[in-house]
């Protein structure tokens, strides 16, 4: 039985830092409906109360409007140290694919990827094995690789639904290492950054400083690695200045004070509240402002660390390593920035009350680990979110279709149109994908956009592609743009078919099968 399932979800927003803003639409609204009815006790004329109070009304009801997100997302967040092991063959339990509502993105970061001179080089030129798995595994379920960074042992992915695609922009990625005094990888953090929907989101994967006695150095590192790590985008320039930063990793905090046999009793029995007082992580947080700022969901499972591999019992060795939630997901709502007095000055004359208009709310709807992995000393560390916003905009930059019937046994025809303008480039390419495809660089063919000159807005461009890069054996396929400068798909055609060729029907040709889809 999940322990969380009947633990109250912990919930944020992007529009207030302190009070839940439910309550305080519901205060606004009350305001608004009281000067309605002194609107209709002041009125003398009934056609200037029946006029007042239907601004007032529709001035309510917008206000009351504005606080309810129009659209629902699902992100599926896994940690684990995997302690250089190599991945197991089964990760549908850690990324619970058949969980409703269904997922929308995945972020996976893990620590101590096997990380050996030889085997690093082999991994910067070809996908690592842990990529491998969870591609293979995502894929087949509609997931592409939006992007990935990794640093030594720590690396990050990113997946989304083929669908948000052309919604997910403004991609970027750093590293910032802390291991022997900032000069080595093996600590450290790694972050991804993105626009999602218009959304600025990050995501922040860390490895901080092992061993019991350097609590202190932890929460120095995490700081650290907060401030140094920067992009090059002028609104978001840092990781706490995105509407919500998600920082989780293998934190490496321990439970203070407690001896072994307190802390196995305490565990074994269930009475895991015990512990909470005397977590590290916990007990720092009373005392750093910065750490106040982040939030947690309760600690309902058991410690992660440390077992013996390839079992649920807690570490055996000579060392007998205390229990420890060593591996922790945090996020933070960007807080809302205090007005100062000129802005007071203008709030009290103005109509519009300052509430942010696209809001971001964050609740978290599970918080657990899966005890059933055991290559590492570690248990992987699940958290799963609801994310409710307003879309800032709903059109990709660039409309993309193919033209009539392909086949490889004739060039075929695609459109695109430049729908806004954006930073394009005559070196952005159109990809054609398999359906199924793992990430932007898996495509079966590609043809250069327009070479000559840039596309304006809404102009309709043809492009053909040759008959003998158009695969044989036909399938469903996927026109995809893909663009230099922002390191993403802009735009996706609707799915479409292939014709099997002639020649594979003379000559038999039959479709490889590979992660259940046909290749």
């Given at each position: 039985m999940?322990?969380?399932?009947?633990?109250?979800?912990?919930?944020?927003?992007s529009?207030?830092?302190?009070?839940?803003?439910?309550?305080?639409s519901?205060?606004?609204?009350?305001q608004?409906?009281?000067?309605?009815l002194?609107?209709?006790e002041?009125?003398?004329?009934?056609?200037?109360?029946?006029?007042?109070?239907s601004?007032?009304l529709?001035e309510?009801?917008?206000?009351?409007?504005?606080?309810i997100?129009?659209?629902?997302?699902?992100?599926?967040m896994?940690?684990?140290?995997?302690?250089?092991?190599?991945?197991?063959?089964?990760v549908?339990?850690?990324?619970?694919?058949?969980?409703?509502?269904?997922?929308?993105l995945?972020v996976?970061?893990l620590?101590e990827?096997s990380?050996?001179?030889?085997?690093?080089?082999?991994?910067?030129?070809?996908?690592?094995?842990?990529?491998?798995v969870?591609?293979?595994?995502?894929a087949?379920r509609g997931?592409?690789?939006?992007?990935?960074v990794?640093?030594?042992?720590l690396?990050l992915l990113?997946?989304?639904?083929?669908?948000h695609?052309?919604?997910?922009?403004?991609?970027q990625?750093?590293y910032?290492r802390?291991?022997i005094?900032?000069?080595?990888?093996?600590k450290?953090?790694?972050?991804?950054?993105?626009?999602?929907?218009?959304?600025?989101?990050?995501?922040?994967?860390?490895?901080l400083?092992?061993?019991?006695?350097?609590?202190?150095?932890?929460?120095?590192?995490?700081?650290?690695?907060l401030?140094a790590?920067?992009?090059?985008?002028s609104?978001?320039?840092?990781?706490?200045?995105?509407?919500v930063a998600?920082?989780?990793?293998?934190?490496?905090?321990?439970i203070?004070?407690?001896?072994?046999?307190f802390?196995?009793?305490?565990i074994?029995?269930?009475?895991?509240?015990?512990?909470?007082?005397?977590?590290?992580?916990?007990?720092?947080?009373?005392?750093?402002p910065?750490l106040?700022e982040?939030e947690?969901?309760?600690l309902?499972?058991?410690?992660?660390?440390?077992?013996?591999?390839?079992s649920?019992?807690y570490?055996?060795?000579?060392?007998?390593?205390?229990?420890?939630?060593?591996d922790?997901?945090?996020?933070?709502?960007k807080?809302?920035?205090?007005?100062s007095?000129?802005?007071?000055?203008?709030?009290?004359?103005?109509?519009?009350?300052?509430?942010?208009e696209?809001?971001?709310?964050?609740t978290?709807?599970k918080?657990?680990?899966d005890?059933?992995?055991g290559?590492?000393?570690?248990?992987?560390v699940?958290?799963?979110?609801g994310?409710?916003?307003?879309?800032?905009?709903?059109t990709?930059?660039?409309h993309?279709?193919?033209?009539g019937?392909?086949s490889?046994?004739?060039?075929a025809?695609?459109?695109?149109?430049?729908q806004?303008?954006?930073?394009?480039?005559t070196?952005d390419?159109?990809?054609?994908?398999?359906?199924?495809?793992?990430?932007?660089?898996?495509?079966?063919?590609?043809?250069?956009?327009?070479e000559d000159?840039?596309p304006?807005?809404?102009?309709v461009?043809?492009?053909t592609?040759?008959?003998?890069?158009?695969?044989?054996l036909?399938?469903?396929?996927?026109?995809?743009?893909?663009?230099?400068?922002m390191?993403?798909i802009?735009?996706?055609?609707?799915?479409?078919?292939?014709?099997e060729s002639k020649?594979?029907?003379?000559?038999?040709l039959?479709?490889?099968n590979?992660?259940?889809?046909?290749?």
């Amino acid at each position: 039985m999940d322990p969380l399932t009947d633990s109250p979800r912990v919930r944020s927003d992007s529009m207030s830092s302190s009070a839940s803003q439910g309550s305080r639409s519901k205060m606004l609204l009350r305001q608004r409906l009281t000067q309605l009815l002194t609107c209709i006790e002041d009125m003398s004329s009934d056609d200037e109360a029946n006029e007042e109070v239907s601004r007032t009304l529709d001035e309510a009801f917008h206000l009351c409007g504005r606080f309810i997100p129009t659209d629902a997302f699902r992100l599926h967040m896994v940690t684990w140290n995997v302690a250089t092991a190599e991945p197991p063959e089964d990760v549908t339990s850690l990324l619970q694919l058949d969980v409703q509502p269904p997922t929308d993105l995945y972020v996976i970061g893990l620590q101590e990827v096997s990380a050996t001179p030889l085997r690093f080089i082999s991994d910067l030129l070809v996908e690592d094995s842990w990529s491998h798995v969870f591609m293979d595994t995502l894929a087949p379920r509609g997931f592409v690789k939006v992007t990935s960074v990794r640093m030594q042992g720590l690396l990050l992915l990113v997946f989304a639904k083929q669908i948000h695609l052309p919604y997910i922009r403004k991609i970027q990625t750093t590293y910032t290492r802390t291991g022997i005094f900032g000069y080595w990888g093996n600590k450290g953090g790694v972050s991804v950054r993105f626009s999602f929907y218009g959304h600025m989101v990050c995501f922040l994967n860390c490895h901080l400083a092992a061993h019991m006695n350097y609590a202190l150095q932890r929460v120095d590192e995490f700081e650290y690695i907060l401030e140094a790590q920067d992009f090059d985008v002028s609104d978001t320039p840092h990781v706490l200045d995105h509407k919500v930063a998600f920082c989780f990793g293998d934190l490496n905090f321990r439970i203070a004070d407690h001896g072994l046999h307190f802390l196995r009793s305490s565990i074994n029995s269930g009475r895991l509240n015990l512990l909470w007082s005397k977590d590290q992580l916990v007990m720092m947080k009373k005392n750093e402002p910065f750490l106040q700022e982040f939030e947690e969901g309760p600690l309902n499972f058991k410690p992660t660390y440390k077992f013996d591999r390839n079992s649920d019992t807690y570490d055996t060795s000579g060392k007998k390593r205390k229990p420890a939630w060593t591996d922790r997901i945090l996020w933070r709502i960007k807080p809302k920035a205090t007005p100062s007095e000129d802005d007071d000055e203008k709030a009290s004359t103005s109509v519009d009350d300052g509430l942010d208009e696209y809001p971001l709310l964050v609740t978290q709807d599970k918080y657990t680990s899966d005890m059933s992995y055991g290559v590492s000393d570690h248990k992987p560390v699940i958290a799963t979110f609801g994310l409710e916003l307003r879309k800032c905009f709903d059109t990709p930059l660039v409309h993309i279709s193919p033209v009539g019937i392909w086949s490889a046994d004739q060039d075929a025809l695609l459109n695109y149109t430049v729908q806004e303008d954006f930073m394009s480039s005559t070196w952005d390419w159109i990809g054609l994908y398999k359906v199924g495809f793992k990430s932007a660089s898996d495509y079966e063919t590609f043809v250069w956009v327009r070479e000559d000159e840039l596309p304006e807005t809404n102009e309709v461009i043809q492009i053909t592609v040759d008959k003998d890069e158009i695969p044989l054996l036909g399938g469903e396929y996927v026109l995809g743009y893909y663009s230099t400068n922002m390191q993403s798909i802009l735009g996706l055609s609707a799915n479409f078919q292939i014709l099997e060729s002639k020649r594979a029907v003379m000559e038999g040709l039959v479709p490889e099968n590979v992660n259940g889809l046909n290749k």
